[in-house]
Nanobody, 124 residues
Framework: QVQLVQSGGGLVQAGDSLRLSCAAS????????MGWFRQAPGKEREFVVA????????SYADSVKGRFTISRDNAKNTVYLQMNSLKPEDTAVYYC?????????????????WGQGTQVTVSS
């Protein structure tokens, strides 16, 4: 079992920055990939980006490319999502997730464990 605990998020204005954290405990070594998703009201859960503990990163969703950066600290078993130049359309609940797959899944179905979610609200 892997437990994921998220922190960060909140209410900011357009153009501001936020950093989300996701700390893995339990058996973090059993997961190969850590991903970030988001879900806005009335919309499906959207893949944002993923990273392997080796450091190999997936492509970013077009909607966040150039503004969001994923990183990881293996010593702390923690993955981060730095979000810059936030826009109102970035408003959503953000989730981190862990996958045991050898390949990097780009959909929610590929992930085995999920964080509790954290609200990010960007006002215009």
């Amino acid at each position: 079992q892997v437990q994921l605990v998220q922190s960060g998020g909140g209410l900011v204005q357009a153009g501001d920055s936020l950093r989300l954290s996701c700390a893995a405990s339990g058996r973090p070594g059993s997961s190969n990939v850590m991903g970030w998703f988001r879900q806005a009201p009335g919309k499906e859960r959207e893949f944002v980006v993923a990273i392997r503990w080796s450091g190999i990163r997936s492509s970013y969703a077009d909607s966040v490319k150039g503004r969001f950066t994923i990183s990881r600290d293996n010593a702390k078993n923690t993955v981060y999502l730095q979000m810059n130049s936030l826009k109102p359309e970035d408003t959503a609940v953000y989730y981190c997730a862990a996958s045991q797959m050898n390949l990097t899944p780009l959909t929610a179905e590929g992930y085995d464990y999920w964080g509790q979610g954290t609200q990010v609200t960007v006002s215009s």
